[in-house]
């Protein structure tokens, strides 16, 4: 399953943001009306390969630690050997 550049550019906008009318329309989608972008979004996200690419994305986001919890787990490790 192949992305195009653009689907690409929308799923990872997508995945940053969580709108999908917004990044449809950041990733140079074009929509006369914001109705039509919604609609044009639901035919995207329907669409078997940025569904995998997207889910395989957020399955990577959830096992892999963010910055914030990385600063929070070595600041409690830090603050512990001090006491």
Sequence with gaps: ????????????LYIKSGNATQSYIDAGYKATKRPVAE???RK???N????????MAQKDKEQIASKNEVLKFLTRVLRERRN
């Design 39 to 41: 609609a044009n979004v």
């Design 1 to 12: 399953m192949k992305l195009t550049p653009k689907q690409k550019r929308f799923a990872d």
């Design 44 to 46: 995207l996200l329907g």
């Design 48 to 55: 078997n390969s940025v569904k995998f690419y997207i889910g």
